[in-house]
């Protein structure tokens, strides 16, 4: 049984940077790609970075890049994702998610990824 959670949200200000961190425990991974989508209240979960588990290819929304940096530690099976200049508009509950498919390249799609955590919350002030 595959299960992902995540950790390190919370309440900074606007400015001010965050990591949050996703632990992956059950199945065995191969050539994955781990990814963290956002969900605001009221607006649609939307993509925010994905990385894969071997190679280390990114892919990223318009919207963080440059400020965001998603990482991946294979051996303790963990993603993590670096966000730098936060924003009031980068307020949401962000989620870990695992695509186990083999395509050879980063989804951006939530329908591709097969496992999620039960996220945490970011909330920056103004």
């Known amino acids: 049984q595959v299960r992902l959670v995540e950790s390190g949200g919370g309440l900074v200000q606007a400015g001010a940077s965050l990591r949050v961190s996703c632990a992956t425990s059950g199945g065995t991974f191969g050539d994955v790609t781990m990814g963290w989508f956002r969900q605001a209240p009221g607006k649609e979960r939307e993509f925010v970075a994905g990385?894969?588990?071997?190679?280390?290819?990114?892919l990223y929304a318009d919207s963080v890049k440059g400020r965001f940096t998603i990482s991946r530690d294979n051996a303790k099976r963990a993603v993590y994702l670096q966000m730098n200049s936060l924003k009031p508009e980068d307020t949401a509950v962000y989620y870990c998610?695992?695509?186990?498919?083999?395509?050879?390249?980063?989804?951006?799609?939530?329908?591709?990824?097969?496992?999620w955590g039960q996220g945490t919350q970011v909330t920056v002030s103004s």
């Open positions: 998610a695992l695509d186990q498919a083999r395509t050879g390249i980063v989804s951006a799609n939530g329908h591709d990824y097969d496992y």
């Open positions: 990385i894969r588990r071997i190679g280390g290819m990114t």
